[in-house]
């Protein structure tokens, strides 16, 4: 849906290793966001972005580093993958105007085991 | 205390029941807020923005409260496709936006 892409869908990755997801976006949204999301917690924002270089931290962001480089890419980096980052990871986009809507990735479902 | 907070129910209702659900939140540097909506852990939808005189879209209203600082949804003559998980939204003047954890609706014949 407008043009968000993440990858991989699905990932399985054992405790330890270094994980990177990715968000491409085709829209020239100005923000861009990564949620994970967890039974009982609802959606948490991990980190997110303002422009290109410009990112700043959510609620849940111990563990995770990100970085856009380009306007249409966001990363999200797990330094060093642990159980409790098992989760389903949502990426967003928006214009950033104040009442634009988010637009949504498809997910990604990441397993640490 | 949670940025955002919804009771997570669920509320489980008969079709044509009207249901509400509330939301608080605590920022007072909350600028916009939403009502998205999400089935299945797929990817959440917008329902709609909220806006401080109200607003309705069909079976839908929704309304804010700056002075107490919750906002709520509304949903007259449910239908069973309306069971869900309702997300309340809020965004701040930095441009973060904040999830509530949601409330699930079943919706039952």
């Known amino acids: 849906d407008a043009g968000i892409t993440q990858s991989p869908r699905h990932k399985v990755t054992e405790t330890g290793t270094p994980v990177t997801l990715r968000c491409h976006q085709t829209?020239?949204?100005?923000?861009m966001y990564w949620y994970r999301q967890d039974p009982g917690h609802g959606l948490r924002l991990i980190h997110y972005?303002?422009?290109?270089?410009?990112?700043d931290k959510g609620e849940v962001s111990d563990g995770y580093s990100v970085s856009r480089s380009k306007t249409e890419d966001f990363l999200l980096t797990l330094e060093s993958a642990t159980s409790s980052q098992t989760s389903v990871y949502f990426c967003?986009?928006?214009?950033?105007?104040?009442?634009?809507?988010?637009?949504f990735g498809s997910g990604t479902q990441l397993s640490v085991l | 205390r949670k940025e955002v907070e919804q009771d997570p129910g669920p509320f489980n209702v008969p079709e044509g029941a009207t249901v509400a659900f509330n939301c608080t939140y605590s920022?007072?540097?909350?600028?916009?807020f939403f009502w998205y909506r999400q089935d299945c852990r797929k990817e959440p939808k917008l329902l709609m923005s909220?806006?401080?005189s109200g607003n309705e879209d069909g079976r839908f209203t929704a309304q804010l409260n700056r002075a107490s600082q919750y906002i709520s949804l509304l949903i007259r003559d449910s239908k069973l496709s309306d069971s869900a998980t309702y997300l309340c939204?809020?965004?701040?003047?930095?441009?973060?936006?904040?999830f509530g954890q949601g409330t699930t609706l079943q919706v039952k014949p």
């Open positions: 967003a986009a928006s214009r950033g105007g104040t009442n634009e809507k988010l637009f």
């Open positions: 829209e020239n949204h100005r923000y």
């Open positions: 972005s303002y422009g290109v270089k410009d990112t």
């Open positions: 920022n007072s540097a909350s600028q916009s």
């Open positions: 909220v806006y401080s």
């Open positions: 939204v809020v965004r701040l003047d930095t441009g973060k936006l904040i």
